[in-house]
């Protein structure tokens, strides 16, 4: 591509021509095949313009190859009118024909597509003419799959010392599937009462987790986190967490929860989503994560340094950076597999790009001299393992999407030429994510669908339900999420027993538990419909939770007599602020106090202050 001093637009042909040397005329004019070609600049700049009007612009439009007929269209029909080299290579998998150099990068020799495109420019008055017969590019295709890949081809290069060649080498491991929609939302309860119990304490300055909490939360987690490090005999093989370290972020950033001392106790917000469909809860966590200032995922990168330094100054705004990805997610067809390096290409196809930095020269692996991404930064390493972070800690964590994921250790070799990457085992932990699947859930919190119904519970025989109340364990031991949901409504009498229990069952009614919910989970863990003296227990204690209603608070007025009483209670201006109770005594609710007292200076009484 031959080289223009940076502009923006050029509003004519000529404009462009003038940028160029006599040499570069010379060598334009020579792709017109005529003879008589003129040796001045401005003889050479309006011959050139002359060859791209009329029949003589479409007769090398025709001349073009397919994809430089590509690369014209899709300048002409860009908004800017420059041609994206990124955007382009991802959606035709190739880059068009600009001409030639030589093995130094000089003696540029154009091609015919240097004629329509200057630079990256096109020029105004020639997009003009080309709208009359070139068309619109090809809309861009998506690679998907219906079910998703049973294992990952892991591929790698060594060197042979023997035959002094490098090898290649590919083996097949078997992807670890997670199907997070149901998870996510069993996830979010176990999360929230753990917070309710006061057993997430989290950094004052970062909000971030410690890792004793990171422990308990991955224990009541469906299926725990993606990677045990506990199964992981080498330490730099070790991944750490990403599901346990999300959730806590997660519920700060959509104010479910906030710092008390050194642990997270629940907001009002908190205590309601307990009782609100976890999909509502969800989606709103999803919109203020787009927007939240709590953390930058590129500092889950562990081993892109300088992002507390010089290179803090130079990163993007996180709201834009997740918006692009948020927009590329919902042009995700549903229900669909697709691998993360076919996602990467449609969010470059279709313009979803985005920047980290507008600086990676301050941003470095192990020394910010040598180790400085500026040199020949790569889009994977920066744009590509933010994206990867987002979709795996925390899109994925609220079952935005389905993974499909293995151990990052050698999967994306993509940094093994940065310097001071010679001992890493993966660049990030989140090298593994292989595959994705856009879930109906995450098609309501992309607003795709402006309704969710939820998947039915999973269906576990973990406990039968005796007529008698009590919950007996059976077959495979409880999850710590389901005994986190029986500590709620029953009481254990031994090991592998519970017992429901009427003052913890109206304790949770109190709390906003539904019955219902109840319901669903002991029929879906026992395997069951619940016994007749279960159903009729449940019905009473959710009787009697509804017989008593808090009302607010409400100050008690003493009057001297009876009839004084029975005269403020029915008088016009008085009645509507105030419940008779007993003979002596007015009910005055909070909220009506100021206008009741005002009423009775008009009836002629003020009120004192109690005396005993």
Same mark, same amino acid.
């Given at each position: 591509?031959?080289?223009?001093?940076?502009?923006?637009?050029?509003?004519t042909?000529e404009?462009?021509?003038q940028?160029?040397?006599?040499?570069?005329?010379?060598?334009?004019?020579a792709?017109?095949?005529?003879?008589?070609?003129?040796?001045r600049?401005?003889?050479?700049?309006?011959?050139?313009?002359?060859?791209?009007?009329?029949?003589?612009?479409?007769?090398?439009?025709?001349?073009?190859?397919?994809?430089?007929?590509?690369? *014209?269209?899709?300048?002409?029909?860009?908004t800017?009118?420059s041609?994206?080299?990124?955007?382009?290579?991802?959606?035709?998998?190739a880059?068009?024909?600009?001409?030639? =150099?030589?093995?130094?990068?000089?003696?540029?020799?154009?091609?015919?597509l240097?004629?329509?495109?200057?630079g990256?420019?096109?020029?105004?008055?020639?997009?003009?003419?080309?709208?009359?017969?070139?068309?619109?590019?090809?809309? =861009?295709?998506?690679?998907?799959l219906?079910?998703?890949p049973?294992?990952?081809?892991?591929?790698?290069?060594?060197?042979?010392?023997? @035959?002094?060649?490098?090898?290649?080498?590919e083996?097949?491991?078997?992807?670890?599937?997670?199907?997070?929609? @149901?998870?996510?939302?069993?996830?979010?309860?176990?999360?929230?009462?753990? !917070?309710?119990?006061?057993?997430?304490?989290?950094?004052?300055?970062?909000?971030?987790?410690?890792?004793?909490?990171m422990?308990?939360?991955?224990?009541?987690l469906?299926?725990?986190?993606?990677?045990n490090?506990?199964?992981?005999?080498?330490?730099?093989?070790?991944?750490?967490?990403i599901?346990?370290f999300?959730?806590?972020?997660?519920?700060?950033?959509?104010?479910?929860?906030?710092?008390?001392g050194?642990?997270?106790?629940?907001?009002?917000?908190?205590?309601?989503?307990?009782?609100?469909?976890?999909?509502?809860?969800?989606?709103?966590?999803?919109?203020?994560?787009?927007?939240?200032?709590?953390?930058?995922?590129?500092?889950?990168?562990?081993?892109?340094?300088?992002?507390?330094?010089?290179?803090?100054?130079?990163?993007?705004?996180?709201?834009?950076?997740?918006?692009?990805?948020?927009?590329?997610?919902?042009?995700?067809?549903?229900?669909?597999?697709?691998?993360?390096?076919?996602?990467?290409?449609?969010?470059?196809a279709?313009?979803?790009?985005?920047?980290?930095?507008?600086?990676p020269?301050?941003?470095y692996?192990?020394?910010?001299?040598?180790?400085?991404?500026?040199?020949?930064?790569?889009?994977?390493?920066?744009?590509?393992?933010?994206?990867?972070c987002l979709?795996?800690?925390?899109?994925?964590?609220?079952?935005?999407?389905?993974?499909?994921y293995?151990?990052?250790?050698?999967?994306?070799?993509?940094?093994?030429?940065?310097?001071?990457?010679?001992?890493?085992?993966?660049?990030?932990?989140?090298?593994?994510?292989?595959?994705?699947?856009? @879930?109906?859930?995450?098609?309501?919190?992309?607003?795709?669908?402006?309704n969710?119904?939820?998947?039915?519970?999973? !269906?576990?025989?973990?406990?039968?339900?005796?007529?008698n109340?009590?919950?007996?364990?059976?077959?495979?031991?409880?999850?710590?999420?389901?005994?986190? =949901?029986?500590?709620?409504?029953?009481?254990?009498?031994?090991?592998?027993?519970?017992?429901?229990?009427?003052?913890?069952?109206?304790?949770?009614?109190?709390?906003?538990?539904?019955?219902?919910?109840?319901?669903?989970?002991?029929?879906?863990?026992?395997?069951h419909?619940?016994?007749?003296? !279960?159903?009729?227990?449940?019905?009473? =204690?959710?009787?009697?939770?509804?017989?008593?209603?808090?009302?607010?608070?409400?100050?008690?007025?003493?009057?001297?007599?009876?009839?004084?009483?029975?005269?403020?209670?029915n008088?016009?201006?008085?009645?509507?602020?105030?419940?008779l109770a007993?003979?002596?005594?007015? *009910?005055?609710p909070?909220?009506?106090?100021?206008?009741?007292?005002?009423? !009775?200076?008009?009836?002629?009484?003020?009120?004192?202050?109690?005396?005993?």
């Amino acid at each position: 591509m031959p080289y223009y001093q940076d502009q923006l637009s050029f509003a004519t042909v000529e404009e462009a021509l003038q940028q160029l040397t006599v040499s570069d005329l010379k060598n334009l004019a020579a792709l017109l095949n005529t003879s008589n070609k003129p040796t001045r600049k401005a003889e050479l700049v309006e011959f050139i313009q002359r060859h791209l009007l009329g029949d003589n612009l479409r007769h090398l439009w025709t001349k073009l190859d397919r994809l430089q007929q590509a690369a *014209v269209a899709e300048t002409l029909y860009e908004t800017s009118g420059s041609f994206n080299a990124n955007q382009f290579f991802a959606k035709y998998q190739a880059a068009p024909n600009w001409g030639t =150099v030589d093995k130094y990068g000089y003696n540029r020799q154009p091609s015919l597509l240097c004629l329509f495109i200057y630079g990256v420019i096109m020029p105004g008055d020639l997009q003009k003419r080309l709208q009359a017969f070139v068309p619109a590019p090809e809309a =861009v295709t998506l690679n998907s799959l219906e079910n998703c890949p049973e294992v990952f081809q892991l591929r790698w290069q060594e060197w042979n010392w023997e @035959t002094r060649q490098q090898e290649n080498h590919e083996k097949e491991i078997p992807l670890i599937r997670c199907e997070m929609e @149901t998870a996510a939302q069993q996830d979010l309860q176990a999360v929230l009462r753990l !917070v309710n119990a006061g057993k997430v304490a989290v950094s004052d300055k970062t909000g971030y987790p410690s890792t004793t909490t990171m422990t308990a939360i991955a224990s009541v987690l469906i299926g725990s986190d993606y990677y045990n490090d506990a199964e992981i005999a080498d330490a730099d093989e070790k991944v750490g967490f990403i599901k346990a370290f999300a959730w806590p972020m997660l519920i700060q950033a959509a104010g479910l929860a906030e710092l008390f001392g050194k642990r997270l106790a629940l907001t009002k917000a908190g205590q309601k989503a307990l009782t609100t469909p976890s999909a509502e809860t969800i989606r709103n966590i999803w919109k203020k994560w787009l927007k939240t200032k709590l953390i930058d995922e590129l500092r889950r990168i562990d081993n892109i340094k300088g992002q507390t330094g010089k290179g803090k100054q130079g990163l993007t705004a996180t709201d834009k950076r997740r918006e692009a990805i948020s927009q590329a997610l919902a042009a995700c067809p549903l229900k669909r597999w697709l691998t993360c390096d076919e996602f990467f290409r449609i969010m470059l196809a279709k313009g979803y790009d985005f920047q980290v930095t507008r600086n990676p020269w301050n941003l470095y692996i192990g020394d910010a001299h040598y180790g400085s991404l500026g040199n020949g930064n790569d889009w994977g390493i920066l744009q590509g393992r933010y994206t990867l972070c987002l979709l795996f800690e925390y899109t994925a964590t609220l079952g935005i999407i389905n993974i499909a994921y293995v151990h990052p250790s050698g999967v994306r070799r993509d940094y093994t030429d940065l310097w001071g990457t010679d001992d890493l085992p993966f660049f990030s932990r989140y090298d593994g994510l292989a595959s994705l699947q856009l @879930t109906p859930l995450g098609a309501y919190c992309l607003g795709i669908r402006q309704n969710y119904n939820p998947p039915p519970l999973e !269906v576990r025989s973990v406990f039968r339900v005796l007529p008698n109340l009590e919950i007996a364990a059976t077959g495979e031991p409880l999850t710590a999420a389901d005994t986190l =949901v029986l500590e709620i409504y029953a009481q254990k009498i031994s090991d592998a027993v519970w017992r429901l229990d009427q003052t913890k069952l109206l304790s949770a009614i109190a709390e906003n538990h539904n019955m219902g919910q109840l319901r669903e989970f002991l029929q879906a863990r026992s395997g069951h419909k619940l016994p007749e003296t !279960v159903n009729q227990f449940l019905a009473d =204690v959710e009787n009697r939770a509804n017989s008593l209603c808090d009302r607010g608070q409400a100050r008690l007025i003493e009057c001297a007599d009876p009839a004084l009483a029975v005269l403020i209670a029915n008088d016009s201006r008085t009645k509507k602020l105030c419940f008779l109770a007993g003979e002596k005594h007015l *009910v005055v609710p909070t909220e009506s106090e100021t206008k009741f007292r005002n009423a !009775v200076k008009k009836l002629g009484y003020s009120i004192s202050l109690g005396r005993n």
